[in-house]
């Protein structure tokens, strides 16, 4: 396989529910393949989400053994195999340690995958518990016992040679129904990829039925969705533009309390007291009618303001990144973010939503870039306000910057207006009218002419403060309904389904998978020697995983293969999570004798370095491919297995592991990897060879 072979293929994801971050994948044959891809490759972010799961919160040997638990139920064997083997052989082993440990040994694992080490662990793992005082977890580990040593047998439609054996192990079949169904579903489960012949058919016996209807339960379909949705992030205020009502210069507000001091000074040459009188009741009216019309003209300032500020965004390009401290691939996502929540929450009547909506979505992306931009979140994290916002604007009730109870804003200015203001003006003029009665009449001008002033600079003043007071507390009432709508959205998201529960369901899946491929292929469980089952996440993806644990996809792509006695049938799919559809299926098939060759190719180091005076071996592979060719010189499977970060010495004492390695270590390359091998190497005589292979295993593990 050539390095121009290895690009990706596009992958359709129309239908898939929320948004999507992009998780590119690689799927390829080479030229002539009838059937081909390449597995393992994820670019793009994983989210993480804090969460105990797979996360020590101490060091007894209870926390250790509960998160490797939550591993083996995530199906994901290899890490609840580290911990519980460090259980059981150096901390304080239990039956039930025991009982696990010999689970995790064989989950995920083929027999061509089961070395002398392996076999060793699981035989020290017997002996312990046949020491012990017998118990649940030393009957349920008898009947694993069990059935691994019934592996040799056929069906009964092959030879009989082996009857009188067969009946006198017949009890170690029927053991497994007399064990609670919690543990016949984790042996189940762990044995997938080993059982087969009679094995094979006791273990699968009505499970078929079960895994139709345990794909869709717990609501999975209206579900699924939120667990890949972020924690959103609370909301912020975020202030308006400024108003465009400045404050009165201080020359034109001294300029009025001059006037009025130089009509009293001349008044109060003649009598001081008659001056005094004077000057309080023009300082009387001017504070009745100081506070006339500043309600008015706040709010009319007010709606001047937000109509320069839709003129403005109605013209407002979608934003740029402002700096190298905010990712243009961020603010493209915000954007989008907005863009797919008003397109979801368009409502079915007239006009056009896209123009009616122009100015809301201009705000909004101007806002969540200025306020989420170098938060380092994804923007999902802030679909939540775009989604409320949206559906918002769907009902009508002003701009989306002001909040819908603006005229219960309290109207301080007009309080004071309970007084009849008229009485001021009565009263003013009335002081002015006998000013002029007794010759005063400079005087009576410049206390008028300042009495006025300061009316009109004060309304002005007023004005202006009152209207940055109403943008003010609107913006904070704006934050008061943003806030309820967030708890609405995670009393929404409280009902996240599990990564447990997420993990089950993708079992059903890849059950489900295999049981169309076998029956699409016509045949039935007892011709089944031994199959594989490969995932991972299709490019488009939803991708999110829980702190050390395993991701979780939103879609992937499942290869089958399943070995029979005619031959390898392979099927090729994708898989909406969501609601557990299987979708463009591609099957093929062919037979053990026309297998001609296997070539694998890698890309990276194994190494062998001195640790702390051990020698240590680690790997790094960024690429591996395995193509199987057939006589004709088709290339009748390609895999590839891409980027593979360091192995060994990977602890999991509460630190993260590698994503990569999670991901390749799940997908199932492995298995599929020794088993196109063996295929490949043996040809027609791998039934044969598949036969001596499972008894030789067996003879190792109780001889």
């Given amino acids: 396989m050539t390095d121009e072979e290895w690009d990706s293929e596009e992958w359709d994801t129309e239908g898939w529910e929320g948004p999507r971050d992009s998780v590119n994948s690689s799927n390829t044959a080479s030229n002539g393949a009838r059937v081909g891809a390449q597995f393992g490759v994820n670019r793009g972010r994983v989210d993480i989400r804090n969460s105990p799961t797979y996360v ?22 290899r890490p609840a195999e580290e911990i519980l083997r460090k259980l059981m052989w150096g901390g304080q082993p239990t039956t039930r340690i025991a009982y696990y440990y010999t689970l995790s040994v064989l989950g995920d694992r083929s027999v061509y995958e089961l070395d002398s080490e392996l076999i060793e662990e699981i035989r020290k793992a017997r002996a312990y518990c046949s020491d012990q005082a017998q118990d649940s977890w030393c009957q349920a580990q008898d009947v694993v016992m069990g059935l691994l040593r019934s592996l040799p047998h056929g069906t009964a439609r092959e030879s009989t040679a082996d009857a009188e054996q067969w009946n006198g192990e017949w009890e170690d ?13 984790e042996i189940r489960r762990s044995l997938a990829m080993i059982a087969s012949g009679r094995v094979r058919e006791q273990l699968e016996s009505g499970v078929r039925e079960r895994v139709v209807a345990e794909k869709v339960r717990a609501d999975r379909v209206r579900r699924v969705w939120m667990f890949f949705h972020p924690d959103p992030l609370e909301p912020k205020l975020y202030p308006l533009p400024p108003l465009e009502a400045p404050l009165p210069s201080w020359q034109l507000i001294a300029g009025g309390p001059l006037l009025l001091c130089a009509g009293t000074v001349l008044v109060g040459m003649n009598h001081w007291w008659v001056a005094i009188m004077v000057l309080g009741i023009q300082l009387g009216g001017v504070r009745l009618l100081g506070p006339l019309g500043v309600e008015s003209r706040a709010r009319r300032l007010v709606a001047e303001a937000e109509e320069r500020n839709a003129q403005r965004l109605r013209t407002l390009p979608d934003p740029r990144s402002p700096g190298h401290w905010v990712s243009s691939g961020l603010v493209r996502d915000l954007c989008r973010v907005v863009e797919d929540q008003f397109t979801e929450a368009r ?3 007239n006009g056009t939503w896209a123009e009616q909506t122009v100015e809301v979505r201009a705000y909004l992306k101007e806002r969540l870039v200025a306020q989420y931009g170098n938060s380092q979140r994804s923007a999902d994290t802030v679909a939540w306000l775009a989604r409320w916002h949206a559906r918002r604007a769907a009902t009508p009730g002003g701009p989306a910057w002001q909040p819908r109870d603006l005229d219960e804003a309290a109207p301080a200015g007009d309080t004071i207006t309970r007084r009849p203001p008229w009485l001021g003006a009565v009263a003013a003029v009335a002081t002015l009218g006998v000013l002029f009665a007794v010759g005063q009449v400079v005087s009576a001008v410049l206390l008028g002419v300042g009495a006025v002033w300061v009316v009109l600079v004060s309304r002005r003043q007023a004005a202006s403060r009152r209207a940055i007071a109403l943008r003010e507390d609107a913006q904070q009432r704006l934050l008061v309904e943003e806030q309820r709508g967030l708890d609405e959205w995670r009393e929404i998201l409280a009902d996240r ?4 529960e997420m993990a089950r369901w993708l079992a059903m899946d890849k059950a489900h998978v295999r049981y169309e491929a076998i029956e699409r292929a016509g045949l039935v469980e007892r011709d089944v020697v031994t199959h594989a089952v490969m995932v991972e996440g299709a490019k488009g993806a939803r991708a999110l995983r829980l702190a050390s644990g395993p991701p979780r996809y939103s879609a992937y792509t499942v290869r089958v293969f399943v070995l029979s006695h005619s031959g390898v049938h392979e099927v090729n799919a994708k898989l909406d999570f969501h609601t557990g559809d299987i979708l463009d299926e591609q099957r093929n098939h062919f037979s053990y004798e026309k297998v001609a060759s296997v070539s694998a190719r890698e890309k990276g180091a194994r190494r062998v370095r001195n640790v702390k005076g051990q020698a240590t071996q680690s790997e790094k592979l960024r690429a591996a491919a395995v193509t199987v060719r057939l006589v004709s010189g088709e290339n009748a499977v390609s895999v590839r297995e891409s980027y593979r970060r360091p192995t060994g010495g990977a602890g999991l004492d509460g630190q993260d592991e590698d994503l990569a390695e999670l991901v390749l270590r799940d997908s199932g390359f492995e298995g599929v990897l020794r088993i196109l091998e063996s295929v490949a190497s ?5 039934i044969r060879r598949d036969r001596e292979r499972r008894a030789r ?7």
């Fill in 56 to 77: 020590y919160q101490g060091d007894s040997p209870e926390e250790q053994c509960r998160v490797a638990l939550n591993y083996l139920r995530a199906d994901s064997a």
């Fill in 173 to 185: 079949l029927l053991a497994f129904d007399k064990v609670p169904s919690e543990r016949q579903e």
């Fill in 347 to 349: 409502p079915h009547r």
């Fill in 497 to 500: 389904p599990s990564d447990e």
């Fill in 682 to 686: 043996e040809g027609g005589g791998w």
């Fill in 697 to 703: 295993w067996a003879h190792s593990l109780f001889d």
